[in-house]
């Protein structure tokens, strides 16, 4: 009996943390959006102004939940600002549009620092010498709570948003892989279907790292190539930065994608005319920019 009783405490005081969480989540995304942060979003998220009302009311919210919810840290001297928390939770709930209300939740803080950072790595040679040497990162996303990133490069992605390169997104993307558990470029499915996710990600992945290693052209960032982690995060910024190219070169890769992520991106898309192809042969089919 008093087993069932605890039980029925515990699952009453959880029903009570989710009811008051509802309501407080409501009552944030209730709160007005300042017209000073439409302004950020317009210059640094150019993307915004192309969304339909709908989304846009819907992206406002999200970074509404985003500021509540996590913590900003100014490193190496950067004095934060609204310009900085706007632009950045704005590119990042990008990825949450389509996707429910939930914000991140492995993530508690966002650490900014002026320009690329130094990150020190643990290198081990072939005899089992281990040293570090310092690498210069635009971003990292970490599985105990928090994301870095450059404040130059965030805004340098924000603003040019059909390059294919966003390190927020990039980021973001990493920190949604993760909620499965590990990041390995399978996150949390939902409806999807996993063999199929797993068939299209795993073969788009191989022909990446096939066309990478010959130096020939491709729609995704080769950084790609580099485990199925860092797969998912560059397929990410193409579906949002280059929906069309990336539908048109990897159809079955661009369609699993938009079944996760639950958004159409070429609405969004901006007229972008993109250099010439090469008539060199050693491009393949479909896969010149």
């Given at each position: 009996m008093a087993t069932v009783i605890f039980l029925l405490i515990v699952a009453a005081g959880f029903a009570l943390f989710l009811y008051q969480t509802f309501w407080r989540d409501k009552l944030i995304r209730r709160r007005p959006f300042s017209p000073a942060w439409r302004g950020i979003l317009e210059k640094n998220v150019p993307v915004y102004q192309q969304l339909e009302a709908s989304e846009r009311v819907r992206l406002e919210q999200l970074i509404?939940?985003?500021?509540?919810e996590k913590e900003f840290?100014?490193?190496?001297?950067?004095?934060?600002?609204?310009?900085i928390r706007i632009t950045i939770a704005g590119q990042a709930c990008l990825l949450l549009l389509g996707r429910g209300w939930q914000i991140y939740p492995g993530l508690m803080s966002v650490l900014v620092y002026p320009t690329a950072f130094i990150a020190e790595r643990e290198v081990r040679d072939e005899d089992g010498t281990v040293s570090y040497a310092g690498h210069q990162l635009l971003g990292e996303s970490w599985s105990n709570g928090k994301v870095i990133l450059s404040w130059d490069d965030v805004t340098r992605g924000g603003r040019d948003f059909h390059d294919g390169h966003n390190v927020v997104l990039h980021e973001f993307a990493h920190q949604l892989d993760g909620l499965s558990?590990?990041?390995?470029?399978?996150?949390?499915?939902?409806?999807?279907?996993?063999?199929?996710?797993?068939?299209?990600?795993?073969?788009?992945?191989?022909?990446?790292?096939?066309?990478?290693?010959r130096g020939l052209?491709?729609?995704?960032?080769s950084y790609g190539s580099t485990n199925p982690a860092e797969f998912f995060a560059?397929?990410?910024?193409?579906?949002y930065e280059r929906p069309s190219a990336l539908e048109r070169v990897r159809p079955d890769l661009y369609a699993e994608l938009q079944r996760y992520y639950r958004v159409e991106p070429k609405r969004w898309e901006r007229e972008y005319t993109p250099p010439p192809r090469s008539n060199s042969a050693a491009n393949w089919p479909g896969e010149c920019d």
């Open positions: 509404q939940l985003f500021l509540a840290y100014g490193c190496d001297g950067l004095d934060l600002t609204d310009e558990g590990a990041t390995n470029g399978a996150p949390p499915l939902g409806g999807s279907n996993h063999d199929t996710w797993a068939q299209v990600f795993s073969d788009n992945y191989d022909d990446l790292r096939a066309r990478s290693a052209p491709t729609v995704l960032d560059v397929a990410t910024e193409a579906f």
